[in-house]
């Protein structure tokens, strides 16, 4: 008995997400790495909380320069190739960082690492977007979304254990290996879906949107890179803030995991609550409000595991965040638009924890980089006001236009 084709196209979809999923869990993973090694670092290396806050944000620096252009690349290479190729990268850097003796050598596998990322990340998205384009698309970004936080989650609950049993090296060494087996297990499953043919595309025109898209993805991709500088800062410098209260190294990454984990059902929650209101900025300004109030609090208060909690519940609004881009851009510019969006968000990643371990150093209060992680939302509020007049002017001016 022949099996419905179409039967067969779904399972292989869920598939290719599960595996798409489990290798973008390594990114997050790898991207939590230097943070759950920074004692360590500090202690070892004698790098300083600014250094750290370098490479931190090193990982994330190439978008700014690779996120543009990594159409033309994948149209090049093709998705499958791409991703492997970041992920060689991804595992090639966390290698050079088990080896480092010094800081340059750790600047050096941390940018490596980085580059691979974001090819990784960008084309990884287009491969969800192939194979559920039409049918549950939501659905299987919505999931997608959540293997960052996972995989950062899974890095707080064993990164510091793994340093404090043995040494810092052996977490960016598992890094590594993670990194290498995700590309094994992504080359040898993924393939397009049925009926999409590897085709050439034109050069985009990268800076030919209209004025009025490119405003709109501009203030949506700073608006995204905030929020998730403000995110980054919570579960990056949150450990170090319990440390200095007295808690292990291993315990309070532990205790910071579980808001990591309450983001993976928040997230999709809050997406829907976004799209059955239909008013996904309130949920957006509601996100940043909860979020940096309870950052504010948690670098004052010392009751870590409900503002860990309440922090995971807050930052729900992130699915509302990202689809500002949606209305920004008309399908015709979605492709360039989208390049402009994840630049503005890699810029502020790159940067933002930087300057909270620039304020680590300057201050010598471990409360620091948790207050400026707060002060990232009230940004991201007035940004998302600014989106609203933005959208509100051009739907004056532009009735006919339909997104």
Not at 208 to 213: I, N, S, V
Not at 398 to 403: K, N
Request: proline content about 5%.
């Amino acid at each position: 008995m022949t099996q419905d084709p179409r039967e067969v196209d779904i399972a292989n979809r869920w598939t290719i997400l599960g595996v798409l999923c489990l290798t973008r869990v390594v990114m997050g993973y790898q991207f939590q790495s230097v943070a759950s090694a920074s004692p360590f670092l500090i202690d070892d290396l004698g790098v300083s909380y600014a250094q750290i806050g370098t490479l931190i944000g090193l990982y994330m620096l190439p978008g700014a320069v690779i996120a543009l252009p990594s159409g033309v690349l994948t149209a090049r290479f093709g998705d499958r190739r791409t991703a492997g190729y970041g992920l060689a990268l991804m595992g090639a850097g966390g290698a050079v960082m088990s080896i480092a003796d010094n800081y340059s050598l750790l600047f050096v596998g941390r940018l490596t690492s980085g580059v691979g990322g974001v090819l990784f990340n960008v084309v990884i998205t287009k491969m969800v977007t192939d194979w559920f384009a039409g049918r549950e698309i939501r659905i299987g970004l919505g999931i997608m979304l959540t293997t960052w936080p996972t995989g950062i989650a899974l890095g707080l609950l064993t990164q510091s254990a793994l340093a404090e049993a043995y040494s810092w090296t052996w977490v960016m060494a598992a890094t590594s290996g993670v990194s290498f087996l995700a590309m094994a297990a992504l080359v040898s499953v993924y393939r397009p879906p049925p009926g999409h043919a590897a085709v050439q595309h034109s050069r985009p025109a990268l800076f030919a949107l209209p004025r009025r898209e490119l405003i709109g993805a501009s203030i949506a991709g700073m608006t995204w890179g905030v929020f998730n500088v403000g995110f980054a800062l919570f579960f990056s410098f949150s450990p170090d803030l319990l440390a200095d209260r007295g808690m292990s190294a291993a315990g309070a990454a532990s205790l910071v995991s579980i808001g990591m984990w309450v983001t993976v059902f928040s997230v999709p929650l809050g997406g829907l609550l976004a799209e059955r209101t239909g008013r996904p900025n309130a949920i957006a300004i509601v996100s940043a409000v909860a979020s940096g109030t309870t950052l504010a609090l948690m670098s004052v208060v010392d009751v870590p595991i409900a503002f860990v909690v309440a922090f995971g519940l807050g930052i729900g609004g992130a699915g509302a965040i990202m689809a500002m881009s949606a209305q920004a851009l008309s399908p015709e510019n979605r492709g360039p638009g989208l390049g402009l969006f994840y630049t503005w968000y890699y810029v502020a990643m790159a940067i933002g924890p930087a300057v909270a371990g620039k304020g680590r150093d300057i201050t010598e209060s471990a409360a620091a980089p948790v207050l400026i992680g707060a002060s990232m939302f009230v940004f991201v509020i007035f940004l998302v006001a600014a989106f609203q007049v933005h959208q509100t002017r051009v739907s004056r001016t532009t009735p006919s236009t339909s997104r």
